[in-house]
């Protein structure tokens, strides 16, 4: 039986207004019997998030930054500033923190390779997300295998802790024939629909209503899948993420709302971009809790999230979580950050790699040696450039397939094309590739 | 077999076939509680619960991007624009996302989707509940476009769009709702996308048209008639994909061709008709290909019946090439 069937099966066991709405469950819960707790809780976390931005000062090393107005102690932290876990360190095993670490090296080493590759002209355009590094890896790790994950351009982490294949992700990078998008898009725009990791789009936010609407749809299935989606700074001026949170906020949908707030929308910094202080205060108009954590600190990003994970899953609705970090790559490929950059605040930042913070906790508690950590190095760029070998001597895709996939199947028109670009290539023989270096 | 109105139609394609899918979830503005403004979904929410006919906030992007998140998740959802001039806000959630998904994720993931939305004058309705933007999303590969004419039309077409597994803008002619009426059969019915319907036999003269302007051919056939000018009359129904068959068989039997659409002159559908009959059948042709059109301005409001192509413009140019 397919999925589709089975789920037809399931909803056809049911009788007419019986899937359970959002809206309905919420209210049922808050109308009083038994189960107001969660209700309450959800209340409680719009409300400390609301007091702990108002009045918040900047920490401790920013003073004179611009980024302090984004940096402040109301951020929720785990990590001190000797890396030593407070008393909100999760209670996660060896082989969980460790498996985090590893995820968070391999970003950073494909974020170099990927750049590398594309310094040398054997790509053409690549998107680093150095410094993110937390981010990405402590909200993955939050997540059950089965939870819908809508993801921007920037989070090569989330698609490699979810588990795609680095050889697979690679060849999307060549846009080959082996890439499971066909060469259809630019490099780092991936899909996995097997992992339930949607299709990267360009334009800015699109993710995060759809997002909202695939939660919606496990509700309506009586499914317990939650959504996660992630945009940066940039991406909440926009109209979609508007959307996303207002439907997200009225129908309770389990959605979890990631803020990778960078500082930076390619060059213009976060101050020029909204006039709320803290970002995270905006779900608080969406009728959601918005939380704000220090994005290089992976354990505040697992916390902030799994919360959010479980109050979503459990029915009481969305959140937003801003992770507050820097971008300390470039925005792209084409992009030169020292046009832009205050060298003071990149240099703060660089000292609070997400990668060495995490380092010394887990040297700190013995879970791990420099001598581990060099060979897990060793060991992660052998098995990069094993898959860069191969995924490098795929060809492209046959012209023809320039026809596939547009429809469901080709249409009349699709077919004569098809008929006539090949009655061309008999004439002139190759096509000519043209196309100039990608300019942003 | 029961008269319908158009709007009838849409209701009843709506309840025949969500009664056989459960997949199927309707959503909008107004579309639950209230039935819709025009009341293409009266009753439903009724019949099937808020689940599956629901009440969103009044944002169109916002209503066309959860409904992406659905259908990749294995609904069918069917979002309603509550009137075509107010696609806009969406503009980028259905030709970036809708129409690219299935492209781009190399076939993996789909949007299956019906974009139902009310669109065209002659209500009324001023620039802002009157334009007819069909073109707009015809230049956008990865949607098909479809336009009934008729109650029959209606059910059928919209059924066909709700087992379809490619996204589909259904245009509705709102000035049709509640004016025209025909028979509908009972149950489950499809009429295929994609192929247009030769609804008046002529020998003179092609006249093709789609939408609300089908009803306009048809009459400036008969004005035709008695001065001497036998018109056929060709309902495209379905804008992409096209139907270049039917379009040019006519056309090769009449020689001359009268293309009707509401919409502005420049770059309209027509435009399109008109190049693919010059590139595929310019040597059968008598006359010069001809357009009718509404004009290259904003759509009026006090003088929208100077706008809007009606059966004596049609007739007149007709004429035209009847004697060129």
């Known amino acids: 039986m397919s999925k589709i069937d089975a789920m037809k099966k399931k909803l056809g066991l049911k009788k007419k207004a019986k899937m359970a709405l959002a809206p309905k469950r919420l209210a049922k819960k808050s109308s009083g019997t038994g189960t107001t707790k969660p209700v309450k809780q959800a209340?409680?976390?719009?409300?400390?998030?609301?007091?702990?931005?108002?009045?918040?000062?900047?920490?401790?090393?920013?003073?004179?930054?611009?980024?302090?107005?984004s940096y402040r102690n109301d951020l929720e932290r785990v990590l001190d500033d000797k890396n030593q876990a407070n008393k909100n360190e999760p209670k996660l095993s060896r082989d969980t923190l460790l498996e985090m670490y590893r995820n968070m090296v391999l970003t950073r080493l494909y974020d170099e390779r990927g750049m590398m590759l594309q310094r040398q002209g054997r790509i053409g355009f690549y998107v680093p997300s150095f410094g993110q590094e937390a981010i990405q890896t402590g909200t993955a790790a939050a997540l059950a295998k089965s939870d819908w994950i809508f993801p921007s351009y920037r989070e090569p982490g989330v698609f490699l802790y979810r588990g795609a294949d680095v050889y697979h992700m690679l060849c999307n990078l060549w846009g080959n024939s082996?890439?499971?998008?066909?060469?259809?898009?630019m490099p780092v725009h991936y899909s996995f629909k097997e992992l339930r990791l949607f299709s990267v789009s360009s334009p800015i936010s699109t993710q995060v209503i759809q997002a909202t609407g695939a939660s919606l749809a496990s509700v309506l299935k009586g499914e317990k899948d939650i959504a996660i989606t992630y945009f940066g700074d940039g991406g909440t001026s926009e109209n979609d993420f508007h959307t996303g949170l207002t439907f997200a906020g009225a129908m309770k949908t389990p959605t979890v709302f990631i803020c990778t707030n960078n500082q930076t929308a390619i060059s213009v910094p976060s101050h020029k971009q909204c006039g709320a202080k803290r970002l995270a205060d905006k779900a608080i108009g969406y009728g959601m809790p918005g939380i704000a954590v220090d994005g290089n600190d992976i354990l505040a990003v697992y916390n902030a999230t799994k919360e959010a994970v479980d109050r979503a899953r459990r029915g009481d609705g969305p959140t937003m979580i801003e992770c507050v970090t820097y971008r300390v790559g470039p925005h792209s490929s084409s992009d030169d950050p020292t046009r832009y950059r205050h060298e003071e605040t990149y240099e703060f930042w660089k000292k609070r790699d997400p990668i060495i913070r995490f380092r010394e906790y887990l040297i700190g508690k013995k879970f791990w040696s420099v001598k581990e950590d060099e060979a897990l190095t060793e060991d992660l760029k052998a098995k990069l450039a094993d898959a860069v070998e191969r995924a490098e001597a795929q060809p492209p895709p046959g012209i023809e397939d320039v026809f596939n996939d547009v429809y469901a199947e080709l249409t009349p028109q699709l077919l004569?094309?098809?008929?006539?670009m090949l009655e061309e290539q008999r004439l002139r023989g190759e096509f000519e590739n043209t196309s100039v270096a990608f300019p942003l | 077999m029961p008269n319908m109105t158009l709007l009838q139609a849409v209701r009843d394609g709506l309840m025949t076939e969500m009664a056989l899918d459960k997949r199927i979830v309707l959503m909008g503005e107004d579309v639950g509680h209230n039935g819709g403004v025009f009341r293409a979904t009266e009753g439903l929410q009724k019949e099937f619960g808020e689940e599956?006919?629901?009440?969103?906030?009044?944002?169109?992007?916002?209503?066309?991007?959860?409904?992406?998140?659905?259908?990749?998740?294995?609904?069918?959802?069917?979002?309603?624009?509550?009137?075509?001039?107010?696609?806009?806000?969406?503009?980028?959630q259905i030709v970036s996302e809708v129409a690219k998904i299935r492209y781009r994720s190399g076939g993996e993931f789909t949007c299956p989707m019906v974009i139902r939305t009310p669109y065209g004058g002659g209500i009324k309705g001023g620039h802002y509940h009157s334009q007819s933007a069909e073109t707009y999303f015809t230049n956008t590969p990865g949607l098909k476009v479809v336009i009934p004419s008729n109650p029959y039309d209606t059910k059928g077409l919209l059924i066909a769009?709700?087992?379809?597994?490619?996204?589909?803008?259904?245009?509705?002619?709102?000035?049709?709702?509640?004016?025209?009426?025909?028979e509908v059969p009972d149950g489950p019915y499809t009429v295929e996308i994609g192929k247009a319907n030769v609804v008046r036999q002529g020998t003179d003269v092609t006249l093709i048209a789609w939408g609300a302007m089908v009803q306009v051919a048809l009459k400036a056939a008969e004005l035709c008639e008695p001065r001497g000018a036998s018109c056929e009359v060709v309902d495209l129904r379905t804008l992409v994909p096209l139907d270049?068959?039917?379009?040019?068989?006519?056309?090769?039997?009449?020689?001359?061709?009268?293309?009707?659409?509401?919409?502005?002159?420049?770059?309209?559908?027509a435009s399109e008709v008109s190049a693919l009959i010059a590139e595929e059948a310019i040597l059968y042709l008598e006359a010069p290909i001809t357009r009718v059109t509404g004009f290259d301005t904003p759509f009026p409001y006090t003088l929208e019946h100077v706008y809007l192509p009606d059966p004596e413009r049609v007739a007149l140019a007709v004429g035209k090439v009847k004697n060129f």
Do not use: H, W
Not at chain 2, 65 to 73: F, I, S, T
Not at chain 2, 246 to 268: D, F, H, M, N, W
């Open chain 2, 52 to 92: 599956r006919v629901m009440d969103t906030p009044l944002a169109e992007s916002g209503i066309i991007g959860l409904a992406v998140g659905m259908a990749l998740n294995g609904l069918r959802p069917v979002p309603e624009i509550q009137f075509m001039d107010f696609i806009f806000p969406a503009f980028d």
């Open chain 1, 416 to 420: 004569r094309q098809r008929e006539a």
């Open chain 2, 244 to 269: 270049e068959e039917t379009i040019l068989e006519s056309v090769k039997k009449t020689g001359r061709v009268v293309i009707v659409q509401e919409a502005p002159k420049t770059c309209g559908f």
């Open chain 1, 178 to 185: 082996a890439d499971v998008c066909k060469g259809r898009q």
């Open chain 1, 43 to 69: 209340d409680k976390a719009i409300l400390r998030s609301a007091q702990e931005s108002k009045g918040a000062k900047p920490l401790d090393g920013t003073k004179g930054l611009p980024v302090s107005g």
């Open chain 2, 161 to 182: 769009s709700l087992r379809d597994e490619d996204p589909v803008l259904f245009m509705e002619p709102k000035r049709l709702y509640r004016s025209l009426k025909g």
